[in-house]
C-alpha cells in the first residue's frame, strides 16, 4: 500500500541526508503523516541520522494523538542519548523521559522505563566524571528518578513493574551507587530500595520476581565492598 511505499522512503532517506542534508525537511514532513505506523517509522530514523535537531523533532512525537507513535518517540530519545555530550540536552530529555514514568497508558510508561535505563546505562559508560554525585550535578534528578521507578514496582501492568525492577537494578549496580546507607545524600537511602524490591519477591507474576531478585543480587554485589 502507499504507507509501505511512504516507510521505505523514510528509511532510503536516513542514508541519503548525510550527503544532502536539504532532505531534512522532507523527514520532518513524514512526523506529521496521516498514518502512525509512518510516524513511527519518521521517529525511529531521527534516532538513527544523528542530528542535533532531532532532539526537537521527536520531542514534538511525544504530543502525538496516538500512543504507539507516542511509546515509540520516547524509546528514541532514551536510544539518542547515547549520541549526545550535551549535558543540558540530556537533562532536558531526562525530565520529558520521567513524565511518561506517570502516563495513564501501560506501553507509554514501560517505554519510558526502558528509555530511563538506557539513558542511565550511556551516563554510566560516559567519563563525565568518577561518580555518580557529579555526573547528576548538572541538573539530573536522581533522586526523583529513582522514586518514580520505585513507584513503577506496584505498578498495574507486570512488564512494567518487571522492568522497572530490572532498570534499578542495572542503575544502581553499574558503578552508580554511591554507599550502601544513602544514595548520595538525596534522601533515598538503600534499605528503602531493597524493601521495595524485596515486597516485589511476592509478585504474583514470575517474570517480574525474577527481574527483582536479579535486581537485589547486583545491588548486593554493588554494595558488598563496603
Not at 73 to 79: D, Q, T
Not at 163 to 185: Q, T, V
Amino acid at each position: 500500500s502507499d504507507k509501505y511505499v511512504r516507510i521505505n522512503i523514510i528509511n532510503t532517506l536516513r542514508y541519503l541526508i548525510d550527503k544532502n542534508p536539504s532532505l531534512i525537511s522532507s523527514l520532518e514532513s513524514t512526523l506529521k503523516d496521516k498514518d502512525k505506523d509512518v510516524r513511527i517509522s519518521a521517529t525511529r530514523t531521527w534516532v538513527r541520522i544523528k542530528k542535533q535537531d532531532a532532539i526537537t523533532q521527536i520531542m514534538a512525537a511525544l504530543k502525538d494523538t496516538d500512543k504507539d507513535v507516542r511509546a515509540s518517540a520516547y524509546i528514541s530519545l532514551g536510544e539518542i542519548t547515547s549520541y549526545l555530550s550535551d549535558k543540558a540536552k540530556i537533562k532536558k530529555i531526562i525530565s520529558e523521559v520521567t513524565i511518561g514514568l506517570k502516563d495513564s497508558d501501560k506501553g507509554i510508561r514501560n517505554s519510558a522505563v526502558n528509555a530511563i535505563e538506557n539513558i542511565f546505562n550511556h551516563l554510566s559508560n560516559t567519563d563525565y566524571s568518577n561518580n555518580l554525585y557529579e555526573k547528576f550535578s548538572f541538573g539530573i534528578q536522581a533522586r526523583d528518578i529513582i522514586l518514580q521507578l520505585q513507584a513503577s514496582l506496584k505498578d498495574s501492568d507486570s512488564n512494567v513493574r518487571k522492568n522497572a525492577a530490572l532498570a534499578l537494578g542495572h542503575i544502581i549496580s553499574a558503578n552508580l551507587y554511591h554507599d550502601p546507607y544513602e544514595f548520595f545524600n538525596l534522601g533515598v537511602k538503600s534499605e528503602d530500595i531493597f524493601s521495595a524490591l524485596s515486597a516485589v519477591l511476592e509478585d504474583p507474576e514470575k517474570g517480574v520476581r525474577i527481574s527483582a531478585a536479579n535486581a537485589l543480587e547486583k545491588i548486593s554485589r554493588s554494595t558488598a565492598r563496603y
